[in-house]
């Protein structure tokens, strides 16, 4: 019993070739005893069939296909293939060797970024250290000392008083006699003669302008 | 390319990186390939870039071809995986890309040199076609290229987009009728529009 609703939902089957040998004849033979069915598959295949005539006329002339064929062909060459020699190795070559050439893509400002931190790194670790010896070489020990250094310091005396030194004479004279020696000052060895017990007088002495004394401080061995 | 072997032996070549091996495989393939781009897009400019892209894309790819499926078979997922994110993008622009017969015959050197009268039906003809395939939606359009130029089967088609073979079928009949209407066939007695044939829920 011929059912056109159903012989029409079989329309795109029969037209886009999805049926079988067996399906195609049943449903022609249905086609052919149905006008409306059969208007229906006409006017698909008709539709179909306008259609591949206006694809046609699309097309591009045949010089389009050379030109087609060289920009494509250029594309290739401006693309970041592989280089032969390392697809060679990649597709036969054992593990090993595929890990060491293998590659990752990075995006340009991260490898930027990566490369320039190397750099630093490596610039820190050729500097030379600021640090001592010491931290090389731990086995020499620095010992601290503390030495007590006499430090001369020069001041400008303006006032100089001069005593009587005949009695302290006397003592030193006393301390030759049991052999000590007593180094006596430019001061000493220019008064007079203690023998002579005089009083001495510094009536037209000059003292000159200044004096340099060097003074000793800390507790230098006396 | 007629000879097995000699594709074989292009693209153990080319796999191997040897771009004058895949300069010669792409050959076999590029009319179909630029000629498929440019009824999906329906524009010569974005027809080349698709199909430069495409070619790219399979060119880099090419190390990773095993050869479990034809060449073309594995160029051809590739495709529509390209075709797919076209897709996406142009939904996200919203930009038509459809041109006008003149642009478009003036970007593939299309005319040829018949005469006048001819040139001028072709031009009528093209537009028609192109204003149909502009009034389907991407995915109608990409499931008609694949049935109707490239051939493959309602299964084929619905594992390479990921849905059933009755939302294909169902998809195809409508596209039908959208070109029937366009390109102005008489529907003679039949209410076409009466009947869907596939299953009911199914939209694409
Ligand atoms: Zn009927």
Redesign the interface.
């Known amino acids: 019993m011929h059912n056109c609703?159903e012989t029409?939902?079989?329309?795109?089957?029969l037209?886009?070739?999805?049926m079988d040998f067996r399906e195609k004849e049943r449903t022609l033979a249905e086609l052919e005893r149905c006008?409306?069915?059969d208007?229906?598959y006409?006017?698909?295949a008709?539709?179909?069939f306008?259609?591949d005539?206006?694809?046609r006329?699309?097309?591009?002339?045949?010089?389009?296909?050379p030109a087609?064929?060289e920009?494509?062909?250029a594309?290739?060459?401006a693309?970041p293939?592989?280089?032969?020699?390392?697809?060679?190795i990649?597709?036969y070559a054992p593990l090993w060797k595929r890990i060491l050439t293998a590659s990752v893509r990075v995006p340009a400002p991260l490898a930027i970024a990566s490369l320039s931190l190397l750099a630093v790194t490596t610039l820190l670790a050729l500097r030379p250290p600021r640090t001592t010896v010491s931290t090389a070489r731990p086995e020499t020990r620095v010992e601290t000392r503390t030495v007590e250094v006499p430090v001369p310091q020069d001041r400008v005396v303006i006032r100089t008083v001069y005593v009587d030194r005949s009695r302290r004479e006397g003592r030193a004279n006393a301390r030759r006699d049991n052999g000590q020696n007593i180094v006596s000052n430019q001061t000493a060895s220019a008064r007079p003669n203690p023998a002579e017990n005089q009083r001495e007088v510094l009536q037209g002495f000059k003292p000159a302008d200044t004096v340099n004394l060097h003074i000793i401080k800390g507790s230098f061995p006396r | 390319m007629t000879d097995l072997s000699d594709e074989l032996e292009l693209i153990r070549r080319a796999r191997a990186g040897d771009q004058e091996a895949f300069c010669s495989l792409a050959k076999a393939y590029e009319r179909r390939v630029y000629l498929l781009a440019l009824y999906y897009t329906r524009n010569g400019a974005d027809a080349e870039d698709m199909a430069q892209e495409l070619w790219l894309k399979a060119f880099r790819a090419m190390k990773d071809f095993r050869g479990e499926s034809s060449f073309y078979t594995w160029l051809r997922q590739i495709m529509i995986n390209s075709f797919l994110n076209h897709r996406r993008g142009a939904a996200t622009a919203k930009v038509s890309s459809i041109e006008s017969a003149d642009q478009f015959f003036a970007s593939t050197k299309g005319l040829r040199s018949f005469d006048l009268e001819e040139n001028v039906h072709r031009k009528i003809l093209v537009e028609k076609i192109f204003c149909a395939l502009e009034d389907l939606t991407p995915q109608q359009r990409l499931i008609f290229l694949l049935k109707h130029h490239e051939g493959m089967t309602y299964e084929e088609i619905a594992r390479s987009l990921g849905c059933s073979a009755g939302a294909v079928k169902k998809s195809l009949f409508r596209t039908v009728l959208k070109l029937r209407e366009h390109l102005g066939v008489d529907e003679g007695r039949a209410e076409s529009n009466d009947f869907i044939p596939c299953a009911a829920g199914e939209n694409l």
């Open positions: 609703q029409k939902e079989r329309l795109p089957d037209i886009f070739g999805e006008p409306s069915c208007a229906e006409r006017s698909l008709s539709t179909l306008i259609y005539r206006a694809a006329a699309a097309q591009p002339d045949e010089s389009f296909w087609h064929h920009r494509l062909r594309s290739y060459g693309s293939a592989l280089a032969p020699h390392v697809a060679e990649r597709a």
